[in-house]
């Protein structure tokens, strides 16, 4: 698998980023998707094993335009993983009382407890994105927040936390077919938001202020990746696969057998036996 891990070092100019990219699986969809499957029960098999051991804690962060596909990756990648382990937290426009707190305040609550699977679609993001492309608070109050996140991510993952960024990469001309279809499609039309249309005009503003998040908040212990996702199953492989090897270099093992289970098993047959 390519690597599109952001480097920690360096700028970055997503315009080098192919949202069309296929890496090896040029033509190769369908071997795509059994892939995927396979991701899928590997998947099911290390959050079981993330539950149990009840150690390390996962977050996930999905970013990107509208329609990018937050929504589909969290339906695809998480395909047969037991709900019990897995949150979802969507960050929307803030409540008044959030806007009366410091911006990471809503964030903290939501963050993975031991054994848990996280993921934020959408995130503290936001107040270096959407509030600054719309200059919802000055500069000098955004420009720090990059430290802010740094410092906040280092710690949850200092207490334990595995974190994980994906920046889902569409070009415009994607997303112009998607709101079609939102249009199109009566079972998209929900989906479909005329307000988004406005927020495209600032489609500009936004690559410049993801690139300087991408580039100030890739860390090695937060980095981004940057997922060319105009092909959505290409996409859905890519997430699955970084999430994937990522639980599996935790080298998690289930708990300790219960003291004298020997004596259990015993005592548990004689208990069958006598009903029997
Ligand atoms: P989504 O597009 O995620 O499916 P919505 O259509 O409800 O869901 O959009 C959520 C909106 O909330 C987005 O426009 C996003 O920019 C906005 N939002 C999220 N966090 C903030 C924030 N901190 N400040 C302002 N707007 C925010």
Same mark, same amino acid.
């Given at each position: ?5 952001v480097?920690?070092?360096?700028g970055i100019k997503l315009d080098d980023y ?19 499957? *396979?991701?899928?029960? *590997?998947? &099911? ?5 993330? =539950? ?23 339906? @695809? +990648? ?7 382990? +897995?949150?979802?937290? $969507? ?8 806007? %009366? ?24 993001? &936001?107040?270096?994105? !959407?509030?600054? !492309? ?16 740094? &410092? ?15 920046y889902? @990469? ?12 939102? +249009? ?13 249309? *406005? ?5 500009? %503003?936004y690559q410049r202020a993801y690139e300087d998040a991408l580039k100030r ?9 940057v997922?060319?996702?105009? @092909? ?5 492989? !890519? ?6 090897? $990522? ?6 093992? =289930?708990?300790?057998? +219960?003291? %004298?289970?020997?004596?259990? @098993?015993?005592?548990?047959? &004689? ?6």
């Open positions: 698998m390519k690597d599109y891990r480097p920690t070092k360096g192919d949202p069309n990219d296929v890496g090896e699986y040029e033509g190769g969809k369908q071997t795509a998707k059994d892939i995927l499957q *396979e991701l899928n029960e *590997e998947l &099911e098999a290390l959050q079981e094993l993330l =539950y149990a051991e009840h150690k390390h804690k996962l977050l996930i962060v999905l970013q990107g335009m509208d329609t990018s596909g937050k929504d589909g990756t969290i339906r @695809h +990648v998480f395909e047969g993983v037991n709900p019990q382990g +897995v949150k979802v937290a $969507s960050f929307k426009v803030p409540t008044p009382v959030e806007l %009366d707190h410091d911006y990471l305040w809503r964030v903290h609550q939501k963050t993975p407890a031991k054994g848990e699977i996280v993921i934020f679609n959408r995130s503290h993001y &936001e107040d270096v994105l !959407v509030v600054r !492309v719309h200059n919802l608070v000055p500069k000098e109050t955004w420009q720090k927040r990059y430290r802010h996140i740094n &410092e906040f991510e280092r710690r949850l993952a200092e207490e334990g936390a595995t974190i994980l960024k994906f889902l @990469h569409i070009n415009q001309d994607e997303q112009a077919q998607r709101f079609l279809e939102r +249009v199109e499609k009566p079972h998209k039309h929900w989906k479909f938001n005329p307000g988004d249309l *406005e927020e495209r005009k600032y489609w500009k %503003d908040t890739s860390k090695t212990w937060a980095p981004w990746y997922i060319p996702a105009n @092909h959505k199953w290409y996409r859905n492989l !890519v997430v699955a696969a970084v999430i994937v090897e $990522s639980l599996k270099n935790l080298k998690m093992s =289930y708990p300790a057998d +219960v003291e %004298d289970l020997e004596t259990y @098993h015993k005592r548990l047959l &004689e208990m069958t036996l006598s009903k029997a």
